[in-house]
Each structure stands twice: as C-alpha cells, then as structure tokens.
C-alpha cells in the first residue's frame, strides 16, 4: 500500500542512512555480531552523521525536529539490511524524552550536546533481578544525604541495553517508602554518571539474540549521586514512566514491523534463488500462498504503525493505544518471519542468513518494553474489564 506517512525530506534521510549502513555497519557487522557488542567509537560516526540529533532541540546542538517518524526510518533501514546500531537504539528512543521532558535547563546544557555527538552515551536501568513487570516494587534505593548534596544509590538492575558502553543511566530508585493506597509513590529517577566510586557493570549477558546489543547488569554501592542529578521531582518517577513508555512501546512495533517487512523480502528473494525438484521454491502454490498472507499481515502491521506515528507526532498516542499497537505487531511479527524462516527449509536456522538473526532477534520483542501479558492487561483496563 501506498503510505502517507514520509516525506521528501523523511525519503532523502533514508537514502543517506541506506549508504551509510551499507559503508559503515555491514562490512563491520560479522565482527560485532561475535563480539557482542558495537565499538563504542562508533556512536561518533552516528553523531558526526545526525542520526542522534535529530531530535534534540536546537540550542542544545540538535536539528529540533519534534518529530519520532525519523526514528522509524532508523528501525526500518536496520531491520531491511538486516543489521542493528547495537545498545544505541535506547539513546535516542528511550532516553531522549525523559531528559527533554525532566530536565532543567541547566541539566540539557550539560547532556543534550554529548548526547546529539554520541559522546555522552545513555541507557535507562527500571528492572531489577527481583522485578520487571512489576515496576513498583523495586528495591533499589537513593538515600539524600544530610546535608542534601548528593543522593546515596544502592541496589542492582538487570538486562540494561547499552549497559557496557553507557556514560550516563536513567536510573529508577526507590526515594521513600510506598504509601499503603499507592504502591507506586516513592520513586525518582537519577541520571547517573558511570564512572562514580561504587557503579559497577557486571556481566554482559549472552542473549538468544540482539547479539550486537550490550545488554548488562549494573549494581551500585553506596554511589554518591550529586542532587543535581535528579530528573524531575522525587517520588513522581513511576508516572514519568507512564508518560514515556507509550513512545517505547512504539517504536518497539515500529521495529517488529519493519523485521517482518524485512523477512518477506529475504524469503521471497531466497525461495526465487533457491531450485528443488527442477523448480524454484517460489514457484510452488505452498510459497505463493505463505508469502501473499504474510505480505497481507505486513500491510496491516504498516498502516496501524503509520496511524501510532501520526498520532503520536500529534501528541495523542494514549497508553492503551501503544500497548494495542506493540501487542498486535510484535505476535503478527512472530508469525511472519518464523513461517519465512520456514520457507528457508535449513538455512533458515543457519545465522549466517539474515532470516535466522531475525528470528532470534524478534523474540524479545514480545518480552522487553512491557511483555504481551502486560501489555493485554493495559488494552484489559482501558475497556474498563
Ligand atoms: C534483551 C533485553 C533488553 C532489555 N532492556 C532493558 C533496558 O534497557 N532497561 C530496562 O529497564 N529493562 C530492560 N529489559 C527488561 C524487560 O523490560 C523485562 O525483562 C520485562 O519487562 C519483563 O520483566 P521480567 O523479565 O522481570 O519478567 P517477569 O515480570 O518476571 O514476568 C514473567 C512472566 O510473568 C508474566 N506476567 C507478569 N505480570 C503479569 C500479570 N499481571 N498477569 C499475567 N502474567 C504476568 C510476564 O508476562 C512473563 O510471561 C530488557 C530485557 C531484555 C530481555
């Protein structure tokens, strides 16, 4: 189908951004892939290019441009090379908001200028090894010290992306007590410099995908975090969650999208390549069939994507619809490219071909951001059920 959603100058990004993956991450990628992570100095070339200041407003070093369909033309030239920019894809999507949003005028001086070179990488730690769906009940706390000059961290979080080559984290810590009718009270959130006394990275965790992603444990004893670097006001961290999960919750089926987008190109371009008994795989009804409904799915995925984009460009994108969003186009998704993974017959689960990693890396999508049981129970509430 035809979309609305892009413009010239949204069409002219991507062809920049298409050369650069092809130049700058393709030929590297094999290499990160084994390494489990992305160079950190290569965040700078992504700076140098834009892609992170995109959004960030102009007087901080950024083009200003209120918009997150950018950020979707990211994910979709990613999933179609089949590639990622590895734990960055946090920066900007996640990080961004919060500190645009929270920050003082003194805080975007000193944050928003690294952030927009990749200088200053950022990542945002809410789950602990004890918690992840259930946000309240963290147990990572942030003691302000007598004389109010700096606050004291203590606690752990787990499965941080971009948790290795992080400057700054958006930290989520306890800073009073739950009150007995809101479990959700007490909580603030800190952004935390990376190389204070008592931060420390544990392990990166081998994951069954996103293998270019550094995804880390953190634990902090007794870090001294200095008061200006709370975000917002204290205890009113887990309704500054509430307003920003809805755009990770987008950009999360943004990606799911663009993956199954991605893995109806591999499967056609492949089961055209591919010959068994005298033909090609394509030419069989079976493949026809499979791709025809699978491109179908793909088409819907893309408009209730392009209408989540719109809307949330627009300020209007509620909870309930991001959650309906990220639920239906994370399992459509699954389906799509495990039946193209299918139509690959053995090479498909091979990690060499694209479709594999793919495979692999769409799994998450279900799971991180709020898992598909979370996010019914969101779409549950919002029915009034
Ligand atoms: C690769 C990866 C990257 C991640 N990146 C980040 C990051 O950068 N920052 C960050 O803070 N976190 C990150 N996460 C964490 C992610 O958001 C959590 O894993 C996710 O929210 C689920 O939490 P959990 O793992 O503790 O599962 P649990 O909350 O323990 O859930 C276990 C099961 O219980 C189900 N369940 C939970 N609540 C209910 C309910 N009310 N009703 C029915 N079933 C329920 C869940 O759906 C799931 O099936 C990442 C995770 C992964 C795997």
């Not at 407003?57 to 990622?84: D, T």
């Not at 990488?121 to 147990?139: Q, R, V």
């Not at 479990?183 to 410099?193: K, M, N, P, Q, T």
Request: glycine content about 10%; overall charge negative; some cysteine.
């Amino acid at each position: 189908m035809r979309r609305t959603v892009y413009t010239s100058d949204h069409d002219a990004f991507r062809e920049t951004l298409r050369a650069f993956i092809e130049s700058e991450v393709v030929p590297h990628y094999d290499e990160w892939y084994e390494k489990g992570i992305v160079p950190k100095d290569f965040y700078l070339k992504l700076g140098e290019l834009g892609v992170f200041g995109i959004e960030v407003p102009e007087e901080y070093g950024g083009a200003g441009i209120e918009s997150f369909k950018y950020q979707a033309v990211i994910s979709e030239e990613l999933a179609r090379a089949g590639v990622s920019f590895g734990g960055s894809s946090v920066h900007i999507a996640l990080c961004l908001p919060y500190l645009t949003s929270l920050g003082t005028d003194e805080q975007k001086q000193r944050w928003l200028p690294g952030m927009a070179t990749g200088e200053t990488m950022f990542a945002i730690a809410m789950t602990e090894p004890g918690t992840g769906s259930d946000l309240a009940g963290m147990k990572t706390t942030a003691k302000l010290s007598e004389d109010g000059s700096h606050y004291v961290l203590n606690g752990a979080k787990t499965f941080i992306t971009g948790g290795v080559n992080a400057d700054r984290v958006i930290v989520c810590a306890r800073t009073a007590s739950q009150k007995e009718d809101d479990r959700r009270f007490g909580i603030s959130l800190f952004v935390v410099d990376t190389t204070l006394p008592g931060y420390a990275v544990g392990r990166k965790l081998d994951k069954i995908g996103l293998k270019t992603s550094d995804t880390a444990e953190l634990s902090f004893t007794d870090v001294q975090v200095p008061a200006e670097d709370l975000l917002g006001e204290e205890n009113k961290g887990f309704s500054y969650l509430g307003n920003n999960l809805p755009q990770e919750r987008l950009s999360i089926a943004v990606g799911a999208y663009a993956q199954a987008s991605a893995a109806v190109r591999f499967a056609q371009s492949y089961t055209g390549d591919r010959t068994i008994f005298g033909k090609s795989v394509a030419s069989f009804q079976n493949t026809k069939f499979e791709l025809a409904a699978c491109k179908a799915k793909v088409d819907a995925m893309e408009s209730s994507v392009d209408r989540g984009l719109e809307l949330h460009d627009a300020g209007e994108l509620t909870a309930a619809d991001a959650a309906s969003l990220k639920l239906f186009c994370t399992e459509a998704a699954s389906d799509v490219i495990d039946r193209c993974l299918q139509l690959h017959g053995g090479y498909g689960y091979i990690t060499e071909y694209p479709i594999a990693r793919l495979y692999a890396d769409n799994r998450v999508n279900r799971i991180y951001g709020g898992t598909s049981e979370v996010m019914r129970s969101i779409i549950a509430k919002d029915m009034g059920l």
